[in-house]
Each structure stands twice: as C-alpha cells, then as structure tokens.
C-alpha cells in the first residue's frame, strides 16, 4: 500500500521561499504520477502541480505557474514543491498526492496528511 508522508511546512514572509518534500513507501514510486494539491480555511482543494512518473511531464495552475517547481528523485522515493515569491494567498494545507495513472487523467486516489504553510503579510 502506497503512504506518503509529507514535511517542509511552516511559516514564511511575503516574497519567501520554502521547499516541500514528500516520501513515499509502498508501491513503485518509479510508476506514480505525483502531484501537490492545496486547501485554504473554508475553500475546496486545488490543484498546484503534477510530474510525470518519468518526470518528462509537469502541470502547474495558472496560480502557481513560474513561482513554484516540482520536481521528483527517484532515487530517494521523494517529490518536492519549491515555492518561490511566496504570497499571503498561498496560505494553505498542501497536499501530497499519487494515482498509478497518467498524468493527463486527475484520478489521484492516494493522500498524505498534509502540511501547512503560512505566509504572512
């Protein structure tokens, strides 16, 4: 069974940078497409970025697009979230997420805890 773990949360002034990281274990982390997701106080959760299983392939929301990076090292079971110019709006639980799917397809059907990150003003 896949379980994913994920840390590097906290809290961060605007235009800060932090780096997420989530460790996987079970499964083949070599054949998961990952992904982070994000849920803000009172609001749905959303999408933040994917990266292939072969890391050929990487998605970003239009909120996210050229201030964060995914990135994933298969050696270590790992993917990070490198955030960059860091943003109040960004506050939120960030999610860890995984599916054996393709990238193209939002089935992720695997979740981690969670993590918050928090900027301030």
């Known amino acids: 069974q896949v379980r994913l773990v994920e840390s590097g949360g906290g809290l961060v002034q605007t235009g800060g940078s932090l780096r997420l990281s989530c460790v996987v274990s079970?499964?083949?982390?070599?054949?998961?497409?990952m992904a982070w997701f994000r849920q803000a106080p009172g609001k749905e959760r959303d999408f933040v970025a994917a990266?292939?299983?072969?890391?050929?392939?990487?998605n970003y929301a239009d909120s996210t697009k050229g201030r964060f990076t995914i990135s994933r090292d298969n050696a270590k079971n790992t993917v990070y979230l490198q955030m960059n110019s860091l943003k109040p709006d960004d506050t939120a639980v960030y999610y860890c997420?995984?599916?054996?799917?393709?990238?193209?397809?939002?089935?992720?059907?695997?979740w981690g805890q969670g993590t918050q990150v928090t900027v301030s003003s």
């Open positions: 079970g499964g083949t982390f070599s054949s998961l497409t």
């Open positions: 997420a995984a599916q054996y799917g393709s990238i193209r397809y939002a089935r992720y059907d695997v």
């Open positions: 990266i292939s299983a072969s890391a050929t392939s990487t």
